[in-house]
């Protein structure tokens, strides 16, 4: 048993089952063994990968997307790039790269990085001296008297959700309680989500947390100005499902089975976030593969192509592996949230959704 899930088992002994909010929140959270605070996860030797480590391409388009809406904005002298969950510091990389082509753009950013652990700072740091970003825990340290460009890619599928079963025409939630040494999910106490119609035995899954985070983004960014861009995988509509999930060397695991030792993730719903964001307005959705394309990743990957010939194969096939419906161009999401008089940003149309 992994000292986490000693610790987790001698609570549940003591004081009973505890909610999946409060498992999942210590699995990645836990001061000394959260699973975030302890490693870098990224890359082959790591558990997943994500898509700002599959290419270049995809920090440098989203550096320019900023870019268009700093236009937007009337180009202010000074602009906060904010970015969630940085991981290896890489898609801010690529993103300050592609920004310097426009050297007032540049000139005019100021990075901020929103991180809870540890060694992933270490690593943010590493690869971004150049740049002297400033690191918050949270978004509530973030300066307020500048306009605001905010990414998360992969960020909001790490808080933690509350799950709910449905018994007996009621709901109750869900808890992790003990079988012998192993967890084991239990009912819990009756509740009342906000959910949609359910057969009985159907999870529904709910996260405050990324509610309450929408929700501060959205006061932040009609009060400031700005826009923000959401990527992760997960759905447009609010529905019924389990999507709770554990990762561990690139390969799924039994969502209880070592807490702090796997990534635990849960699909974001979209229409939530939206939801919790007013008075910031939320765009329709675009799929990642559609936001992509339509910002010219395919001419870039040509571009790129050319210039390095020998990495010709493995540029398209990164593109591919990005944009392509089988791959992550259709289960990953880009939900934009803008300061409501700003023009439509690039990447996004009227009748997505
Ligand atoms: C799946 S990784 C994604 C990393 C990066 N965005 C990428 O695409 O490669 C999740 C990131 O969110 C960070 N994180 C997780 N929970 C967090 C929280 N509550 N507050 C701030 N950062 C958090 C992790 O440390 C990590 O940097």
């Known amino acids: 048993m992994s000292p986490l899930a000693a610790l987790l088992a001698q609570r549940i002994r003591d004081s009973g089952p505890i909610p999946v909010e409060e498992f999942m929140a210590q699995a990645l959270g836990h001061p000394q063994y959260g699973y975030y605070r302890t490693r870098d996860p990224l890359g082959a030797a790591g558990d997943f990968i994500t898509a700002p480590e599959i290419s270049q391409m995809f920090g440098e388009l989203i550096g320019l997307w900023c870019a268009v ?71 509530d340290s973030l300066p307020a008297d500048a306009p605001l460009l905010f990414i998360a890619n992969e960020f909001f599928d790490a808080l933690p959700i509350r799950q709910f079963v449905r018994r007996g025409g009621g709901w109750r939630e869900r808890r992790v309680a003990l079988n012998g040494e192993a967890f084991a ?12 119609p359910a057969a009985e035995g159907e999870i529904f899954e709910h996260s405050p947390a990324a509610a309450a985070f929408a929700a501060r983004l959205g006061r932040r ?42 990534d635990l993730t849960a699909h974001v719903d979209f229409a939530a976030l939206a939801a919790a964001a007013a008075p910031a307005q939320a765009l329709p959705l675009a799929t ?42 259709t289960l990953f999401k880009v939900l934009a949230l803008t300061s409501p008089s700003l023009p439509l940003p690039p990447g996004f149309a009227p009748d997505d959704a």
């Open 69 to 139: 809406v700093w236009q937007s904005l009337g180009e202010p002298r000074r602009i906060l790039l904010a970015e969630a969950g940085p991981g290896r510091g890489t898609l801010m990389a690529d993103a300050l790269r592609a920004a310097a082509q426009l050297p007032a753009f540049r000139a005019a950013i100021e990075p901020h990085l929103l991180e809870t652990s540890p060694a992933l700072r270490a690593c943010q740091a590493r690869r971004l001296s150049d740049a002297a970003p400033v690191w918050h825990q949270d978004l």
């Open 185 to 196: 999910f239990a009912d819990g106490p009756a509740a009342s989500p906000e959910a949609p």
């Open 221 to 262: 960014l009609a009060a400031q100005g700005g826009a923000a861009l959401i990527i992760d995988y997960g759905h447009g509509e609010t529905a019924v499902g389990e999507t709770l999930q554990a990762v561990r060397r690139h390969a799924y695991a039994p969502v209880l089975e070592a807490p702090g030792e796997a």
């Open 288 to 329: 990642q593969g559609r936001f992509l394309r339509r910002l010219g990743i395919e001419l870039r990957a040509e571009r790129l192509a050319r210039a390095r010939p020998e990495q010709a194969d493995s540029i398209q096939r990164a593109c591919q592996r990005l944009i392509d419906a089988a791959e992550m161009g």
